[in-house]
């Protein structure tokens, strides 16, 4: 057993059918190219609103709590460098339930991000063709029109199309976009600075609607701009020398993008025309600005060359996450077909090493999120919700993997893990909450019916893994438990309250609704901690995915 046990730990699990032409600037700017999507043409006027000058503030939060999470990722992508990872690593550390839970919430936070970039192209798009979006208001944010939803579905196609070039073309091409999403909001932040009004930073005060305007900021939009870091772990089954390549792609794509979004901030608060400002942030009534933030505030400063352009950006930055999204959630797909939670025919590749069948069902499930959400915001706190609780399932992995494989080679080793790790954890609820149970309880629902379909293919499956249940029985208490607390929460609070549906009852008062889920998360994390897999079961899953099988086999 011993001897078994020393050669299976330095086993690494193998993807089959792809192939490694992706470097270390291709993946660094699959993570800079998801985070800078739709997400910074509308995140500072949506901080902004909720926050006022304090919105900088919401920024540096969500960058700290973010960072910490980015190097997580790092060290567990350097260890374990396979594609759609997000989706895999519960699944060696806790085994088949919690993998194919946190398995399912990678993929549904991916399969959604492409149809909201669609929608952002459409809002954009509302200023030359007003027959895609209905105009946003100070009471509604608009919506997308029939004809719209039409073209969302075309440009969905698209996406899906680009995405049969081989990945070392598609890489090539992710890189031209990222390079000219660069470089506008740098022009942008160069140009606003020309045009700054100093005076703006004191209307209403730095925090005007306190910490629970900062809090809903986060969740509102500025969370869901700052995602996407993991992106090159999606890929890394693709990254030529993936241990050196990997945790550098994901903290250098995630620092540009922070410092970009920061001083994307400072420079909208600074230029705002003073006259917007006589009765708050929240009152921002210029229809070009509501509309698309930058590009109207450039046309009311006189700027009308640097509207156009920010106007063709508003095409070329969220089409370029939603094609790397594409990327990403076929190659999540694969990673639940390898494990078996989702059919062997996820794994299928054509000869130039793209998941087919995974990318084709990626377009096809994106087309039912656009049903029940008819615009940008309505989509953001779902995103944001499903992809920050597949990141909360990293650092429950990373301890896991410190007692189950200390000897693992790691490329990149977080320091202080025994504290960053619960603190990072912690920090994922918080946005979590912060979202509100109007949110949750949509997502609630999609998990539902994601576990149904999974649930019934896994019965059918005869060579679906041993479902190890004794090592996941904390996860239904953690899921069930944010629900409740979100429920009895203060989040969202008025004027942000929904006026109908399922929301909060506010019975938990400020302050203590923070301690709460503190606590909460320490009993769920150091539970987790001691639920993990015994070291030979994690080692058997890991040789398991180390044995190269031909992944074009049906193995039904």
């Known amino acids: 057993m011993a001897t078994e046990s020393t050669v299976s730990s330095v086993e690494k699990p193998e993807d089959t059918g792809l192939r490694r032409d992706v470097g270390l600037i291709g993946g660094m700017w699959a993570s800079v190219g998801s985070i800078i999507g739709s997400g910074w043409l509308f995140g500072a006027l949506t901080g902004a609103t909720l926050a006022g000058t304090a919105s900088i503030l919401t920024w540096v939060l969500v960058g700290v709590v973010f960072s910490v999470l980015a190097l997580v990722y790092a060290e567990l992508g350097g260890m374990y460098p396979v594609a759609g990872g997000t989706a895999r690593f519960q699944h060696y550390a806790f085994g088949s339930v919690a993998g194919m839970s ?127 870091f993991e992106q090159a772990d999606q890929l890394a089954g693709e990254i030529r020398d993936p241990q050196k390549n990997l945790p550098r792609a994901i903290l250098g794509g995630f620092v540009i993008g922070t410092v970009i979004y920061v001083l994307l901030q400072v420079v909208f608060i600074g ?39 920010v106007r063709i950006d508003a095409v070329i930055s969220p089409g370029g996450t939603g094609l790397i999204y594409q990327t990403s959630t076929s190659r999540v797909g694969y990673g639940l077909g390898r494990n078996r939670y989702f059919p062997p025919i996820f794994t299928w590749t054509d000869k130039r090493g793209v998941p087919w069948f995974s990318l084709i069902i990626s377009f096809l499930v994106g087309i039912p999120f656009l049903l029940p959400f008819p615009n940008w915001q309505s989509l953001v706190g779902l995103i944001t919700s499903a992809t920050v ?34 603190l990072a954890f912690i920090a994922a609820n918080f946005i979590i909450y912060f979202n509100g149970i109007e949110v949750i309880w949509k997502l609630g629902a ?42 009895q929460g203060q989040y969202p609070v008025p004027p942000f309250h929904p006026a109908v549906g399922i929301y909060n009852t506010l019975r938990i008062k400020p302050g203590w609704d923070l301690l709460l889920i503190t606590g909460f998360s320490l009993v769920i994390y150091y539970w987790a901690y001691m639920s993990r897999l015994p070291r030979d079961e994690m080692l058997k899953i890991v040789a398991r995915e180390s044995t190269e099988t031909d992944p074009n086999l049906p193995e039904i």
């Open 102 to 228: 946190f398995g399912f919430f990678s993929w549904l936070q991916a399969a959604a991000v492409a149809p909201v970039e669609c929608y952002a192209v459409m809002k954009y798009a509302e200023h030359w063709w007003h027959g895609v979006y209905t105009p946003a208001t100070t009471t509604a944010p608009g919506n997308v029109t029939t004809l719209g939803f039409g073209m969302t579905i075309v440009l969905l196609a698209v996406f899906t199309a680009l995405n049969f070039m081989a990945v070392k073309w598609l890489a090539h091409t992710n890189s031209a976009i990222t390079w000219w999403k660069i470089a506008v909001p740098l022009l942008i932040i160069v140009i606003f600075f020309t045009k700054f009004h100093g005076v703006n930073f004191g209307k209403g005060g730095f925090m005007p609607y306190g910490w629970s305007g900062v809090f809903s900021a986060s969740a509102a939009g500025i969370a869901f701009a700052m995602l996407g």
């Open 271 to 309: 230029a705002l025309p003073t006259s917007q400002l006589t009765k708050g942030f929240a009152n921002i009534s210029d229809s070009g600005i509501l509309s698309g933030p930058y590009a109207g505030l450039a046309a009311v400063l006189g700027l009308g060359w640097l509207a156009f352009i």
């Open 389 to 422: 609780l597949m990141y909360a399932g990293a650092p429950l992995s990373l301890a896991a993997f410190r007692n189950q494989v200390p000897e693992a080679t790691r490329p990149y080793r977080i320091p202080a893990a025994t504290v960053l790790a619960p």
């Open 446 to 487: 999609a998990m539902a019916i994601g576990y149904l379909l999974i649930g019934i293919w896994m019965a059918y499956d005869k060579q679906r893994p041993p479902l190890e249940w004794k090592s996941a029985i904390w996860l239904p208490f953690y899921l069930a438990g944010m629900g409740i607390i979100s429920w």
